[in-house]
């Protein structure tokens, strides 16, 4: 009886994604191609680190490693070089491996191998993003203290044929787009932006003529959800697939390929009606949101409409400030061009926030450093300009004209390869308000309802059309949107903004109290955000509360110190009454006026 060789192997199971279409379209072409990639690339570091190619397929090769560490450093390599070598070539052209890797018990028999640590590697395979890999975690715990690499945690992954759930993680080379493509067993990659599929919600009544309504909420949610040209939103039908099943929230996130689920209830009663909903990370199962909502039911369709808008609005934000938490606990040398983007665009709002010229500049040299990278970054793009934007705002440049052309250039590139990236539209309108030549406003205003309008629920759209509302003169147009913004999503990351805009309006409509109110608010969220304090001292002035509107300044002073110069500069109101109103009451306010000159114009 012969004794079966058995031996602890990392193995690597590759395969060329989408060989029957490359083949397809040029048979001779792609095995030419191919074979000089196994020639120059492959083969040769294989052989280098150790390998033996234990059997190659028209589209794939299977690999044994004594060492899981050099089996790693290989396919790094390789698929590092295929990254470089494909970057100009077209998506329909470019040949790129799709890898996974395992270390287990392998069975070996006349030069080939067998058992679940092949099975495994292959299933691996079957999973990994193109051009990237996929390793199991007892790779990972082997590798990971050895190698400069940075994985990314997907979880218990359910493999087919495999008995247990195996722990998977995955790697995909600096600057690469994770390309979501659906694996041999319908598991799919997940998408290299925030990715969120809506679950039917449940019709909890027990009344069957509910289910119109329930479904209704359902996909006004997906609908509005697109909108978010930063979001990954999985279509109806496949939501709807899982209708009245009870399913695991990690593994619907599998088989989709997105990152976080959102799943509700609705239960009504006579004439009122609840609706509660949760956002969950599939591929940690945490709850990052939760909420619920009681309407009175009169216009069932204006009630449907309310309920949808209030959801879209209070989930946004929290995916996207998920997403920007997620990449700053990577490591920095780790990060693709759309990590260092995101990270570039978070900097630019807590430069806003924070009156920080430190982090406005963060933000420009990562937006920067995306932009070597992918010269196509949208959010990169309008990062930059949004950052150039506030160093104009705040006066912190030397050169105005020179700036507002960069910015304009790079928000003009951001449109022109998205032209309905909403960000993109709200940003412009930002620059041509503070255009140099100063009469842009009517085209600023333009724009800024352009973007309003593609995406009526992203709250910095409505917070940037209401600031150049007043710049323009309509304060009461300006408080009805922001008004109707606060009540529809009141935890907005956003808030902070909303009431310096409101603070503002009001005291160009001559609401002093209400200016001061709203400008408390926004302290409560921010008591970093110095331009809060600027507008604060001009209600109390209108309200003639010298000593207050005076302490108010000290603060706006010891938090940026040059703050109250930058808000005479600043202040742009093309109504020349609202013009002559702010500047008199802030220099009334830091002492540089006799109180008495702001009589006439409250």
Same mark, same amino acid.
């Given at each position: 009886?012969?004794?079966?060789?058995?031996?602890?192997?990392?193995?690597? !199971?590759? $395969?060329?994604?989408?060989?029957?279409?490359?083949?397809?379209?040029?048979?001779?072409?792609?095995?030419?191609?191919?074979?000089?990639? %196994?020639?120059?690339?492959?083969?040769?570091?294989?052989?280098?680190?150790?390998?033996?190619?234990?059997?190659?397929?028209?589209?794939?090769?299977?690999?044994?490693?004594?060492?899981?560490?050099?089996?790693?450093?290989?396919? #790094?390599?390789?698929?590092?070089?295929?990254?470089?070598?494909?970057?100009?070539?077209?998506?329909?052209?470019?040949?790129?491996?799709?890898?996974?890797?395992?270390?287990?018990?392998?069975?070996?028999?006349?030069?080939?191998?067998?058992?679940?640590? #092949?099975?495994?590697?292959?299933?691996?395979?079957?999973?990994?993003?193109?051009?990237?890999?996929?390793?199991?975690?007892?790779?990972?715990?082997?590798?990971?203290?050895?190698?400069?690499?940075?994985?990314?945690?997907?979880?218990?992954?359910?493999?087919?044929?495999?008995?247990?759930?195996?722990?998977?993680?995955?790697? /995909?080379?600096?600057?690469?787009?994770?390309?979501?493509?659906?694996?041999?067993?319908?598991?799919?990659?997940?998408?290299?932006?925030?990715?969120?599929?809506?679950?039917?919600?449940?019709?909890?009544?027990?009344?069957?003529?509910?289910?119109?309504?329930? $479904?209704?909420?359902?996909?006004?949610?997906?609908?509005?959800?697109?909108?978010?040209?930063?979001?990954?939103?999985?279509?109806?039908?496949?939501?709807?697939?899982?209708?009245?099943? !009870?399913? @695991?929230?990690?593994?619907?996130?599998?088989?989709?390929?997105?990152?976080?689920?959102? +799943?509700?209830?609705?239960?009504?009663?006579?004439?009122?009606?609840?609706?509660?909903?949760?956002?969950?990370?599939?591929? /940690?199962?945490?709850?990052?949101?939760? +909420?619920?909502?009681?309407? #009175?039911? &009169?216009?069932?369709?204006?009630?449907?409409?309310?309920?949808?808008?209030?959801?879209? %609005?209070?989930?946004?934000?929290?995916?996207?400030?998920?997403?920007?938490?997620?990449?700053?606990?990577?490591?920095?040398?780790?990060?693709?061009?759309?990590?260092?983007?995101?990270?570039? !665009?978070?900097?630019?709002?807590?430069?806003?926030?924070?009156?920080?010229?430190?982090?406005? @500049?963060?933000?420009?040299?990562?937006?920067?450093?995306?932009?070597?990278?992918?010269?196509?970054?949208?959010?990169?793009?309008?990062?930059?300009?949004?950052?150039?934007?506030?160093?104009?705002?705040?006066?912190?440049?030397?050169?105005?004209?020179?700036?507002?052309?960069?910015?304009?250039?790079?928000?003009?590139?951001?449109?022109?390869?998205?032209?309905?990236?909403?960000?993109?539209?709200?940003?412009?309108?930002?620059?041509?308000?503070?255009?140099?030549?100063?009469?842009?406003?009517?085209?600023?205003?333009?724009?800024?309802?352009?973007?309003?309008?593609?995406?009526?629920?992203?709250?910095?759209?409505?917070?940037?059309?209401?600031?150049? &509302?007043?710049?323009?003169? $309509?304060?009461?147009?300006?408080?009805?949107?922001?008004?109707?913004?606060?009540?529809? !999503?009141?935890? $907005?990351?956003?808030?902070?903004?909303?009431?310096?805009?409101?603070?503002?309006?009001?005291?160009?409509?001559?609401?002093?109290?209400?200016?001061? &109110?709203?400008?408390?608010?926004?302290?409560?969220?921010?008591?970093?955000?110095?331009?809060?304090?600027?507008?604060?001292?001009?209600?109390?002035?209108?309200?003639?509360?010298?000593?207050?509107?005076?302490?108010?300044?000290?603060?706006?002073?010891?938090?940026?110190?040059?703050?109250?110069?930058?808000?005479?500069?600043?202040?742009?109101?093309?109504?020349? &009454?609202?013009? %002559?109103?702010?500047?008199?009451?802030?220099?009334?306010?830091?002492?540089?006026?006799?109180?008495?000159?702001?009589?006439?114009?409250?």
């Amino acid at each position: 009886m012969v004794r079966e060789q058995r031996r602890l192997a990392a193995v690597v !199971s590759a $395969d060329v994604a989408g060989y029957s279409r490359l083949m397809g379209r040029d048979e001779s072409g792609t095995l030419a191609t191919l074979k000089a990639l %196994r020639r120059e690339v492959v083969d040769p570091r294989i052989a280098a680190h150790g390998g033996r190619i234990v059997k190659t397929t028209g589209d794939g090769l299977l690999v044994e490693f004594p060492s899981v560490v050099d089996a790693v450093r290989c396919v #790094v390599e390789v698929q590092t070089e295929m990254f470089a070598r494909g970057a100009a070539e077209p998506d329909d052209r470019r040949i790129a491996f799709r890898i996974g890797i395992n270390l287990g018990d392998i069975i070996a028999d006349d030069g080939d191998i067998f058992g679940d640590g #092949v099975n495994i590697a292959a299933r691996l395979q079957e999973i990994a993003p193109v051009g990237g890999l996929c390793i199991s975690a007892r790779v990972h715990e082997d590798a990971r203290d050895r190698l400069d690499l940075a994985f990314e945690d997907q979880g218990p992954r359910a493999l087919k044929n495999i008995a247990r759930p195996v722990h998977v993680w995955r790697w /995909s080379p600096a600057g690469m787009p994770i390309r979501a493509t659906t694996a041999g067993d319908g598991l799919l990659a997940l998408p290299d932006k925030p990715s969120i599929a809506v679950l039917p919600f449940d019709n909890m009544s027990g009344d069957p003529q509910q289910e119109y309504f329930t $479904d209704g909420i359902t996909d006004d949610v997906i609908t509005e959800l697109a909108r978010f040209h930063e979001l990954f939103v999985i279509a109806r039908n496949s939501s709807f697939s899982y209708k009245g099943k !009870s399913a @695991d929230i990690r593994q619907i996130g599998r088989e989709l390929g997105v990152r976080y689920v959102l +799943e509700g209830s609705i239960r009504k009663d006579a004439n009122r009606i609840r609706v509660t909903g949760q956002l969950i990370d599939a591929t /940690s199962g945490a709850h990052i949101w939760a +909420e619920r909502y009681d309407r #009175v039911l &009169e216009d069932i369709f204006a009630v449907q409409e309310e309920l949808t808008r209030s959801i879209v %609005r209070a989930i946004a934000p929290q995916i996207l400030d998920a997403e920007t938490a997620k990449v700053a606990r990577r490591r920095p040398e780790s990060l693709s061009a759309y990590e260092v983007a995101v990270r570039a !665009s978070g900097k630019t709002f807590d430069a806003w926030v924070k009156s920080d010229r430190g982090l406005r @500049d963060g933000a420009i040299a990562d937006a920067r450093q995306a932009l070597a990278i992918d010269p196509r970054s949208v959010i990169a793009l309008t990062a930059l300009a949004f950052a150039q934007w506030q160093h104009i705002a705040y006066s912190t440049t030397a050169d105005r004209a020179a700036l507002w052309r960069d910015g304009m250039a790079a928000i003009d590139r951001a449109i022109e390869v998205d032209r309905d990236y909403t960000f993109a539209h709200s940003v412009r309108g930002l620059l041509l308000a503070f255009a140099p030549d100063r009469d842009r406003i009517g085209d600023a205003l333009a724009n800024a309802r352009q973007g309003y309008e593609l995406n009526p629920h992203m709250m910095v759209a409505l917070t940037i059309l209401s600031f150049i &509302e007043i710049v323009s003169g $309509d304060p009461e147009s300006a408080i009805a949107h922001l008004l109707e913004a606060q009540r529809l !999503s009141p935890r $907005d990351p956003q808030r902070q903004t909303m009431m310096l805009n409101l603070a503002m309006a009001c005291e160009c409509a001559r609401r002093y109290a209400d200016g001061v &109110e709203y400008a408390m608010l926004g302290i409560r969220e921010a008591p970093h955000f110095a331009p809060l304090y600027a507008h604060l001292a001009v209600n109390y002035v209108g309200l003639g509360e010298i000593a207050k509107a005076r302490a108010a300044v000290d603060e706006a002073t010891r938090i940026a110190p040059n703050q109250v110069e930058r808000s005479l500069a600043g202040f742009m109101f093309r109504n020349p &009454e609202h013009q %002559r109103r702010g500047t008199t009451f802030l220099r009334v306010a830091a002492g540089l006026e006799a109180p008495n000159s702001a009589d006439p114009l409250r």
